[in-house]
């Protein structure tokens, strides 16, 4: 079975400084799908960013980008120039290429500072 | 931007009521599915359901719920006499059956058992 690991419960950054969350994952398949949610107070699942395990180059979105090393099994998030609205948790997540069933992490509160 | 959306936001029952989680996932979607966050863990898997039927479920998905798409635009979940320990945030998801296609998120149905 899949697992992922975010080692860091709680992080915290300085608005407009850069942070880094940590995601590591654990699987056989060469087929799968890397995503990232971020979670406001109001509990809402929000897709931040996706990758493709096929894809050697790292996804961006905006201020947002990931840093995967899929020999390593590592897909960390990249938030630059932070702002007060990024405050929430983020759920790093795997799918299975066959499948369609999310396997989460146990989540990063991010907290951001003035 | 086309969204899930569920209701009701938020409900209190007794325990041993059952309790009925609407959602209409996004039109174009084939692939529905619910997920489970109890407060301070991490989203964990439940059920999907495509064409009409579960395609997969997890070990929490047991007797007690069930699914159902009973017209064109929504999709249920049931939770037959419900225990303290189903007070949780629910939230219903959808995508297109493509390998690897976003899973979108609902707003969530948080659900308090008393």
């Known amino acids: 079975a899949q697992t992922v690991t975010q080692s860091q419960p709680e992080m915290s950054v300085q608005e407009a400084e850069t942070v880094t969350l940590s995601c590591t994952y654990d699987?056989?398949?060469?087929?799968?799908?890397l995503f990232w949610y971020k979670q406001p107070p109001s509990r809402q699942m929000i897709l931040v960013i996706r990758?493709?395990?096929?894809?050697?180059q790292n996804a961006t979105e905006n201020r947002f980008s990931v840093n995967f090393q899929k020999a390593a099994k590592s897909f960390s998030l990249k938030i630059s120039d932070s702002q007060l609205g990024d405050a929430a948790m983020y759920f790093c997540?795997?799918?299975?290429?066959?499948?369609?069933?999310?396997?989460f992490g146990t989540g990063t509160q991010l907290k951001v500072e003035l | 931007e086309p969204e899930v959306t569920q209701t009701p936001s938020h409900q209190v029952t007794q325990m041993g009521q059952e309790v009925i989680l609407r959602c209409v996932p996004i039109?174009?979607?084939?692939?529905f599915y619910w997920y489970r966050q109890i407060l301070g863990q991490k989203v964990e898997f439940l059920v999907s359901?495509?064409?009409?039927?579960?395609?997969?479920k997890s070990e929490i998905f047991d007797d007690q719920f069930s699914v159902e798409r009973p017209d064109g635009s929504n999709f249920t979940l049931k939770i037959r006499s419900t225990k303290l320990e189903d007070s949780a945030m629910y939230f219903c998801?959808?995508?297109?059956?493509?390998?690897?296609?976003?899973?979108?998120f609902g707003e969530g149905s948080w659900l308090t058992v008393v």
């Open positions: 998801a959808s995508s297109n059956p493509l390998p690897g296609n976003t899973i979108y």
């Open positions: 699987t056989s398949e060469s087929d799968y799908y």
């Open positions: 990758q493709e395990a096929y894809k050697q």
């Open positions: 997540a795997y799918l299975t290429g066959g499948g369609n069933k999310l396997t």
């Open positions: 039109s174009n979607h084939l692939y």
């Open positions: 359901f495509y064409n009409n039927e579960i395609s997969e």
